[in-house]
């Protein structure tokens, strides 16, 4: 069984910052790529951002200049600091990792195991 505990969300005016963390714990081998998805109301769930094993990231055009993703796949540790946020990232935020991905498959298969996610609002 493998837990993945997200938590830094909240109500940020428009402009602001705030940093989310996630911690995975429990039956884990290893992971070979662990990101942020989110997801807003009626929309479809998109990943923000993700790093690999390998130490190489992604991020999704839209946070590409606000957005850092940092961790120690490692360590099972992943942290995304979010800055200059805008009313349209409000969502929920959630952890993800995956097992078993290869260069850009780490950004397109779906991942094996989630957090609960944690909310984001932002003000304008």
């Known amino acids: 069984q493998v837990q993945l505990v997200e938590s830094g969300g909240g109500l940020v005016q428009a402009g602001g910052s705030l940093r989310l963390s996630c911690e995975a714990s429990?039956?884990?081998?290893?992971?070979?790529?662990m990101g942020w998805y989110r997801q807003a109301p009626g929309t479809e769930r998109e990943l923000v951002a993700a790093?690999?094993?390998?130490?190489?990231?992604y991020l999704a055009n839209s946070v590409v200049g606000r957005f850092t993703i940092s961790g120690d796949i490692t360590k099972n540790t992943l942290a995304l600091q979010m800055n200059r946020l805008k009313p349209e990232d409000t969502a929920m935020y959630y952890c993800?990792?995956?097992?078993?991905?290869?260069?850009?498959?780490?950004?397109?298969?779906?991942?094996?195991?989630w957090g609960q996610g944690t909310q984001v609002t932002v003000s304008s």
């Open positions: 993800a990792a995956i097992e078993d991905c290869s260069g850009y498959q780490c950004y397109t298969n779906d991942y094996d195991y």
């Open positions: 429990g039956s884990i081998f290893s992971f070979n790529a």
């Open positions: 790093i690999s094993s390998g130490g190489s990231t």
